[in-house]
T-cell receptor
Framework: KAGVTQTPRYLIKTRGQQVTLSCSPI?????VSWYQQTPGQGLQFLFE???????NKGNFPGRFSGRQFSNSRSEMNVSTLELGDSALYLC?????????????FGPGTRLLVL | AQSVAQPEDQVNVAEGNPLTVKCTYS??????LFWYVQYPNRGLQFLLK??????LVKGSYGFEAEFNKSQTSFHLKKPSALVSDSALYFC??????????????FGKGTKLSVIP
């Protein structure tokens, strides 16, 4: 079974631009979560989607948004990019949204904002 | 709100020696605990999880973890370290968020260096 895939793998943007990142979950997985990883803040939860509904959102500004499609693929969007948005963005999928479910991570998208 | 503490930023161990990476947690309700490993420029790989049952959980690549409810700890262990185990290790707890769904919260990570 193919793992979680994320595109693009690397991205360079300038301040003020917007960016869209894509995540394809493992086949059959209906829950997708997004995380931001930086050296200073570590791994921070962005949001979780299950069956096209946002179930939970982390403490990030409204510039960060996401959505999930009927095939469980997910996208996240960051508008008006800031230098501090430079990070590794990780997507994870799980079968469902129960506490016992294991989240499986993709390789990440590394975003550099100049 | 739940939290995870990994008290050591870095752990150094000689190849062939046992290794321990420490983790303590705080969560309301039942603890669902996970360990992940991250190699450079890669995503996180799942190692093992504790849901319920035996306090000693066995996982991938010879790793195991010991759950201790009274000490709220979930330390990762391996009897004999390999140089290829050198990586960044994350402990995580999954608990109920304010939104009523389960959220995975990670520790800051521990860098493990296995010295040949």
């Amino acid at each position: 079974k193919a793992g979680v895939t994320q595109t693009p793998r690397y991205l360079i943007k300038t301040r003020g631009q917007q960016v869209t990142l894509s995540c394809s979950p493992i086949s059959g997985h209906r829950s997708v979560s997004w995380y931001q990883q930086t050296p200073g803040q570590g791994l921070q939860f962005l949001f979780e989607y299950f069956s096209e509904t946002q179930r939970n959102k982390g403490n990030f500004p409204g510039r960060f948004s996401g959505r999930q499609f009927s095939n469980s693929r997910s996208e996240m969007n960051v508008s008006t990019l800031e230098l501090g948005d430079s990070a590794l963005y990780l997507c994870a999928s799980s079968l469902g949204d129960r506490a016992v479910e294991t989240q499986y991570f993709g390789p990440g998208t590394r975003l550099l904002v100049l | 709100a739940q939290s995870v503490a990994q008290p050591e930023d870095q752990v150094n161990v000689a190849e062939g020696n046992p290794l321990t990476v420490k983790c303590t947690y705080s969560v309301s309700g039942n603890p669902y605990l996970f360990w992940y490993v991250q190699y450079p420029n890669r995503g996180l790989q799942f190692l093992l999880k504790y849901i319920t049952g035996d306090n000693l959980v066995k996982g991938s690549y010879g790793f195991e973890a010991e759950f201790n409810k009274s000490q709220t700890s979930f330390h990762l262990k391996k009897p004999s370290a390999l140089v290829s185990d050198s990586a960044l290790y994350f402990c995580a707890v999954r608990g109920l968020s304010g939104a009523g769904s389960y959220q995975l919260t990670f520790g800051k990570g521990t860098k493990l260096s296995v010295i040949p």
